[in-house]
């Protein structure tokens, strides 16, 4: 597989053995802006790092065989949990603290 239909194309299918080794690719690109660069820069990296990990995941559920739609609220959640760490928006002043981590055991 290539780049773009591993990470930008959302049509399609991955097989287990391409989606592991782009998942892991992913993964440490947005570890590294998580813990290696600071403030706004690090969060907008990790929001642009989102489409090609939410493209993998579409892929990889249709490759299930079940409908990429699926993917969308764990996106709509983790975008929203963007928003409010980045300042855009705020929900509610308990939930705004606790949004980032609904969203990744959601996503996960």
């Known amino acids: 597989m290539n780049y773009e239909a591993l990470f930008v194309n959302p049509n399609g299918r991955t097989s287990r053995a391409d989606y592991v080794p782009a998942l892991i690719t992913v993964a440490v ?7 290696m660069v600071t403030g706004r820069t690090a969060h907008f990296c990790m929001l642009v790092l989102m489409y090609p990990a939410f493209v ?3 892929r990889r559920i249709r490759d299930m ?3 990429a ?3 969308l609220l764990p996106l709509a959640i983790t975008l ?5 760490k980045l300042g855009y928006a705020s ?4 939930l705004d603290a606790n949004l980032p981590w609904i969203a990744l ?3 996960a």
């Open 29 to 35: 690109a947005i570890a590294f802006f998580a813990f």
């Open 80 to 84: 929203a949990a963007y928003a409010v």
């Open 56 to 58: 993998l995941l579409a």
């Open 69 to 71: 739609w699926l993917v």
């Open 105 to 107: 055991v959601i996503s």
């Open 65 to 67: 065989k079940y409908s």
């Open 91 to 94: 929900i509610a002043t308990g």
